[in-house]
């Protein structure tokens, strides 16, 4: 499957905020976005005003690059959250946290999502006591996601721990640090996600 390669920074500098796609370094003084705060490329200090269209694709291409999906992924979650009851914007939202990468990520299990991403394919979480190594795997309000019991495994998980202590982990997830559990004790509310997003123009711009 084809997978963005290039620099990280850059689709951050492209949409104007920090994504957060390399862990740690996103909270130092190190951050490219601090440093250089404007779009790349030779024109990239000149920031165009957006049209309405401009305004809903950038907005859709920000939440797909911050949660590390592809076009086609992405539109497939749309139409299987317009499917389903309440606000599409707010059904995709849950949708995109409840991915088991995403949900080791915000466990602090990794740095992350990119390298929850990782952490997952290399088989290294289990879902209610079996082995699941599919990123987008959708997890329920009561599901155990753990890290496999094996040395590898659990000295991973520790030095990621140990670089996320400081973040706070959401209310739906209860981390137990010491036994390497995340239990979903509820699906998130759109006020549990403070993401800086607009889920509407992502609504809009599909429902042309």
Not at 132 to 137: H, T, Y
Request: contains cysteine.
């Amino acid at each position: 499957m084809a997978r963005y390669r290039g620099p990280a920074c850059k689709l951050c500098r492209r949409e104007g905020q920090k994504l957060f796609l390399k862990g740690f370094k996103c909270y130092t003084a190190k951050c490219t976005m601090d440093k250089r705060n404007f779009a790349p490329g030779m024109h990239g200090r000149r920031r165009a005003k957006l049209s309405p269209y401009g305004e809903q694709l950038r907005e859709k291409q920000k939440v797909r690059r911050m949660y590390g999906i592809l076009e086609k992924q992405f539109r497939l979650l749309f139409e299987k959250a317009s499917q389903k009851k309440g606000k599409t914007g707010d059904v995709l939202l849950q949708m995109l946290e409840t991915r088991l990468d995403n949900v080791v990520y915000r466990a602090g299990l990794a740095p992350a999502r990119t390298t929850a991403r990782m952490f997952v394919v290399h088989n290294h979480v289990t879902v209610n006591g079996r082995r699941v190594n599919v990123p987008s795997f959708q997890v329920r309000s009561g599901d155990v996601v753990a890290v496999k019991e094996s040395d590898k495994s659990r000295k991973l998980a520790a030095e990621h721990l140990k670089m996320t202590e400081s973040r706070i982990v959401p209310r739906w997830i209860d981390l137990d640090r010491e036994k390497f559990i995340a239990k979903i004790t509820d699906i998130p509310s759109r006020e549990d996600i403070e993401a800086p997003i607009n889920e509407q123009l992502i609504v809009e711009l599909y429902s042309k």
